[in-house]
């Protein structure tokens, strides 16, 4: 009984340690473009180019992904002003917009940062452009306060938008919350996580993703610990191979046990901030070839609705240990037809592991140690 008690109380302790960001899964920009009549118009004007803001250097990079529908509520400065951000495991930097972007659309749709309205708001007197698959936002660095599910972070550098691109206007989120590593952040600033590592916030260092199946609620970033409810079975620790990105090895991609992608091992990135699993063309090309799938105008992948009942798991070996994605994971069914979640991302030897495999797994960023851990998720 006193054994039990104890590892009660320590569970308890635990919990306690763990700081809550809820996730909203929102209507995406599709949807919303869909709901207008004005999705074909959009994805003309901005193909999909996921692999953006994996290949270009010297600046904070974001894809134009028109799927992300998972957000949370962040506020900045003394009084609180809040606003809704996608929290990015494949970026560095905070950023939202401000009072001082006049001219763009996607301002005019979102909430705007006034430091003015700050009486804890520092000017940073350094600029910040982040690229996207087609356009760009710049804008000015300040500090300030920022509160993150419960975590009170201070003097904390972001950017304020003076310009965004133009398909930002249709996205729910108002800003990003990057959460990779500073040695890829825009004019080197300290990244919000390390920030609360570094001033002593957190139990532990590292924080972990669930996503949920559920359509609406349940989804969380947890920061400074694990949830033993979100998983079952072990959680397998899988070393990075690059602590720039949550970047590690992947040793193949099979289907029914036979390998169709990534045969000699290739490289492969744990990412929130990108809806799909991403890999290199030919690779994705065999994966929804054995699916049955046939892309549409746009490149997507389409699959007989009926079909879906038969379609096999698609297994990622990583560390040696087999992750497998089911149908019901893969695929999304909308009223325009059903799609498969596996988008080509051009010629790059690189892998997105996006929000399809994370709704699989429950995933563990530890930036002491430098690894990820995946268990499965309940």
Same mark, same amino acid.
């Given at each position: ?116 309205? *700050? ?23 300040? *500090? ?89 079975? *072990? ?141 499965? *998720?309940?």
């Amino acid at each position: 009984m006193k054994c039990l008690v104890i590892v009660l109380l320590a569970l308890v302790a635990l919990s306690e340690c763990l700081h809550r960001m809820p996730l909203i899964k929102g209507k995406t920009a599709r949807e919303r473009l869909m709901e207008k009549g004005k999705w074909d118009e959009y994805r003309r004007k901005h193909p999909y180019n996921p692999m953006v803001k994996f290949l270009l250097t010297g600046v904070e990079s974001m894809t134009n992904d028109a799927d992300l529908s998972y957000y949370g509520v962040v506020s900045i400065g003394t009084p609180p002003q809040s606003f809704t951000v996608i929290f990015d495991t494949g970026s560095s930097n905070l950023w939202v917009p401000s009072v001082y972007c006049t001219t763009s659309e996607a301002c005019l749709n979102h909430k705007l940062f006034h430091p003015s309205l *700050s009486s804890t708001f520092v000017w940073g007197g350094q600029s910040l452009s982040i690229q996207y698959g087609t356009g760009s936002m710049t804008g000015y660095l300040g *500090s300030d306060v920022v509160e993150v599910g419960g975590i009170t972070v201070k003097k904390q550098v972001f950017g304020l938008s003076q310009t965004e691109a133009e398909f930002m206007a249709e996205m729910t989120a108002d800003g990003i919350l990057g959460l990779a590593f500073q040695s890829i952040a825009a004019d080197n600033v300290v990244p919000v996580f390390k920030n609360m590592v570094a001033q002593g916030l957190l139990g532990q260092p590292l924080f972990s993703v669930y996503l949920s199946s559920n359509d609406q609620q349940g989804s969380e970033v947890i920061f400074g610990g694990i949830d033993v409810s979100y998983y079952t079975g *072990s959680i397998h620790w899988i070393p990075l191979s690059s602590a720039t990105y949550w970047q590690i090895k992947m040793d193949s991609v099979t289907i029914n046990g036979q390998i169709v992608a990534c045969a000699d091992g290739c490289q492969a990135i744990i990412d929130t901030g990108t809806s799909l699993i991403v890999g290199p063309n030919t690779g994705i090309n065999k994966i929804n070839s054995r699916l049955g799938a046939s892309l549409n105008q746009y490149g997507e992948a389409v699959v007989n609705c009926q079909n879906i009942q038969s379609l096999p798991d698609v297994t990622f070996t990583l560390n040696g240990i087999s992750f497998s994605v089911p149908a019901s994971g893969y695929i999304t069914q909308s009223s325009s037809g059903c799609y498969t979640g596996f988008g080509q991302g051009g010629t790059e030897p690189l892998w997105i592991l996006g929000d399809v495999f994370i709704r699989e797994y429950y995933a563990i960023f530890d930036i002491q140690n430098k690894s990820v851990g995946l268990a499965k *998720s309940v």
